[in-house]
Nanobody, 121 residues
Framework: QVQLVESGGGLVQAGGSLKLSCAASGRTFSSYAMGWFRQAPGKEREFVAFITNGDNTWYADSVKGRFTISRDNAKNTVYLQMNSLKTEDTAVYLC???????????????WGQGTQVTVSS
């Protein structure tokens, strides 16, 4: 089973940037599609970005054009570059192996602790 450790979160002003990392254990990382998700206080977890093992990407409309997902299979790591951050991006960000079925990105692994992103106005 893949174990995940997210990092790179922090406090940033609106308009700023952060780059999140998700380090995964296991030799089969390169075979998994990976997703980034986020959960804000009092809200349900939502999909943010998705990357296949062939580097095809998919984004939630709310982050399209601002966030970029990438992966480095040699480092067993997936990244999320976040630019032009908005206060509504404030959430705990988590990564997970995921599948894309009929337009829905569905996580299927165990969750890590996530990394907190706070965007101030």
């Amino acid at each position: 089973q893949v174990q995940l450790v997210e990092s790179g979160g922090g406090l940033v002003q609106a308009g700023g940037s952060l780059k999140l990392s998700c380090a995964a254990s296991g030799r089969t990382f390169s075979s998994y599609a990976m997703g980034w998700f986020r959960q804000a206080p009092g809200k349900e977890r939502e999909f943010v970005a998705f990357i296949t093992n062939g580097d095809n990407t998919w984004y939630a409309d709310s982050v399209k054009g601002r966030f970029t997902i990438s992966r480095d299979n040699a480092k067993n790591t997936v990244y999320l570059q976040m630019n032009s951050l908005k206060t509504e991006d404030t959430a705990v960000y988590l990564c997970n192996p995921a599948s894309l079925v009929k337009g829905n990105v569905t996580p299927f692994g165990s969750w890590g602790q996530g990394t907190q992103v706070t965007v101030s106005s």
